[in-house]
């Protein structure tokens, strides 16, 4: 565990036993402890046995928060709920039915993720609907000696996220509303859209909003220290999330197919790092940066699809109607 400040440590949930890809965070009070997204449901051992090396044993957890249900935020939060007989599980309300139901959230990622994946999930146990406790929008969890987290319903990448601003260090906790920032690929961002629910006029919305946010530091789920400044955030997201758009655009008009569209999409996230392919590390380059394109792509092929169903230039080929039929699937499970 890494100290952001005196009452705020970062943890590395080691998302399919590799580093710098998921992170969860411990806020500690006087009183309370709370631990934000801890993870996949595979990354529960991990995050268990590092706070016990802190010192803290998971039955002083008095709050579970999510940033939102996905699963490599929620994932762990069944197995660490059994032994934290007090843990309240804090979710926006959006998102509690699910989270109360955890076998969609299961059902949803199986959908969007590939097989070799799927596959080191691990177990995900359900979560005890008495332990869901529903938030919205400028709630306040006060976990003694001055240290809270106010609620901030920022939705976009998924309609229930919600940021946690750590009000006495300034501490900004945003989810998924943050692109991805790999330290490996020198913390570049990469638009976090995720299947069929990313809205991208929400999104810009919500990254707006969080503008007159005065925070001292902005810490992202993946991964680690992004920003000191909101405004800067707020700048380097859109920029990120418009220039995607635009470059999706103009591979629909050349007619690219989806697994080129990808690898495209690849090579300029490679190039824009400055990194060489042989540095990047095996994992992320090969397997993890092409998931979580192809799931951004699908985020933003649903968003565009609704909107502008016949783009021009728009091939139908094979892996566009299992996008489709993926797309469908994942709505049905929810
Ligand atoms: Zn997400």
């Given at each position: 565990?890494?100290?952001?400040?005196?009452?705020?440590?970062?943890?590395?949930?080691?998302?399919?036993g590799?580093?710098?890809?998921?992170?969860?965070?411990?806020?500690?009070?006087?009183?309370?402890?709370?631990?934000?997204?801890?993870?996949?449901?595979?990354?529960?051992?991990?995050?268990?046995?590092?706070?016990?090396?802190?010192?803290?044993?998971?039955?002083?957890?008095?709050?579970?928060?999510?940033?939102?249900?996905?699963?490599?935020?929620?994932?762990?939060?069944?197995?660490?709920?059994?032994?934290?007989?007090?843990?309240?599980?804090?979710?926006?309300?959006?998102?509690?039915?699910?989270?109360?139901?955890?076998?969609?959230?299961?059902?949803?990622?199986?959908?969007?993720?590939?097989?070799?994946?799927?596959?080191?999930?691990?177990?995900?146990?359900?979560?005890?609907?008495?332990?869901?406790?529903?938030?919205?929008?400028?709630?306040?969890?006060d976990?003694?000696?001055?240290?809270?987290?106010?609620?901030?319903?920022?939705?976009?990448?998924s309609?229930?996220?919600?940021?946690?601003?750590?009000?006495?260090?300034?501490?900004?906790f945003?989810?998924?509303?943050?692109?991805?920032?790999?330290?490996?690929?020198?913390?570049?961002?990469?638009?976090?859209?995720?299947?069929?629910?990313f809205?991208?006029?929400?999104?810009?919305?919500?990254?707006?909003?969080?503008?007159?946010?005065?925070a001292?530091?902005?810490?992202?789920?993946?991964?680690?220290?992004?920003?000191?400044?909101?405004?800067?955030?707020?700048?380097?997201?859109?920029?990120?999330?418009?220039?995607?758009?635009?470059?999706?655009?103009?591979?629909?008009?050349?007619?690219?197919?989806?697994?080129?569209?990808?690898?495209?999409?690849?090579?300029?996230?490679?190039k824009?790092?400055?990194?060489?392919e042989?540095?990047?590390?095996?994992?992320?380059?090969?397997?993890?940066?092409?998931?979580?394109?192809?799931?951004?792509?699908?985020?933003?092929?649903?968003?565009?699809?609704?909107?502008?169903p016949?783009?021009?230039?728009?091939?139908?080929?094979?892996?566009?109607?299992?996008?489709?039929?993926?797309?469908?699937?994942?709505?049905?499970?929810?």
């Open positions: 565990m890494k100290a952001i400040d005196k009452h705020i440590f970062e943890i590395d949930t080691e998302a399919f590799h580093k710098r890809l998921v992170a969860s965070y411990l806020v500690r009070g006087a009183e309370h402890i709370a631990l934000i997204d801890p993870g996949f449901p595979s990354s529960a051992s991990v995050v268990k046995d590092k706070l016990k090396s802190f010192g803290i044993e998971p039955s002083e957890i008095s709050y579970i928060l999510l940033t939102h249900f996905h699963i490599d935020h929620s994932g762990a939060t069944g197995a660490l709920l059994k032994e934290a007989p007090n843990a309240r599980v804090i979710v926006h309300k959006r998102s509690a039915f699910y989270v109360k139901n955890f076998a969609k959230i299961v059902g949803g990622a199986r959908m969007v993720f590939r097989t070799e994946l799927i596959k080191r999930f691990g177990e995900a146990y359900p979560v005890g609907t008495e332990r869901v406790f529903p938030v919205t929008d400028g709630e306040i969890i976990l003694g000696g001055g240290v809270k987290l106010r609620v901030i319903h920022a939705p976009g990448h309609p229930d996220n919600v940021c946690y601003l750590e009000e006495s260090s300034g501490t900004l945003p989810g998924d509303l943050a692109c991805l920032q790999y330290p490996d690929l020198n913390n570049i961002y990469i638009p976090a859209a995720s299947p069929p629910l809205e991208i006029n929400d999104e810009i919305e919500s990254l707006r909003s969080l503008e007159k946010i005065r001292e530091r902005i810490m992202v789920p993946h991964y680690g220290y992004a920003e000191a400044s909101t405004i800067e955030f707020v700048e380097k997201s859109i920029n990120a999330i418009q220039q995607t758009k635009r470059t999706i655009q103009e591979m629909f008009r050349e007619g690219l197919e989806f697994q080129h569209m990808i690898e495209r999409l690849r090579g300029k996230i490679v824009e790092s400055g990194k060489l042989d540095d990047l590390p095996d994992f992320l380059s090969r397997i993890y940066l092409r998931e979580m394109l192809k799931t951004g792509l699908m985020g933003f092929l649903a968003f565009m699809l609704e909107y502008a016949y783009p021009r230039g728009f091939t139908f080929n094979e892996q566009w109607q299992d996008i489709i039929k993926g797309a469908e699937l994942y709505v049905s499970t929810l």
